[in-house]
């Protein structure tokens, strides 16, 4: 079993620094891809930043310039740099993990619980 786990958030200023952290758990060994999503009140949750085992990533344009995402392999760990924070930043961000199944030829989904990220002004 499959299991997400975000930490690192909490209330900053603007123009200040996070760094969110993911501890899997389970049979996660093999990932496509990894990735942060955030959710803001009264909005659809969106892609921040993702990233494949092969490490090539791909960012909101938002947080270009800003975030950076990386990962341990040896500990299937991710983690969610977070520099120059904007109030528009406050949100809850949540982990991803996409697994390639060869049974279903699906990719399955993987939530974490969620971590809040607010940043004043």
């Known amino acids: 079993q499959v299991q997400l786990v975000e930490s690192g958030g909490g209330l900053v200023q603007a123009g200040g620094s996070l760094r969110l952290s993911c501890a899997t758990s389970?049979?996660?060994?093999?990932?496509?891809?990894m990735g942060w999503y955030r959710q803001a009140p009264g909005k659809q949750r969106e892609l921040v930043a993702d990233?494949?085992?092969?490490?090539?990533?791909n960012y909101a344009e938002s947080v270009k310039g800003r975030f950076a995402i990386s990962r341990d392999s040896t500990k299937n760990a991710l983690y969610l740099q977070m520099n120059s924070l904007k109030p528009e930043d406050t949100a809850v961000y949540y982990c991803n993990a996409k697994i390639w199944n060869n049974t279903s030829y699906t990719y399955l989904n993987y939530w974490g619980q969620g971590t809040q990220v607010t940043v004043s002004s």
């Open positions: 389970g049979s996660v060994y093999r990932f496509n891809a």
């Open positions: 990233i494949t085992s092969a490490g090539s990533t």
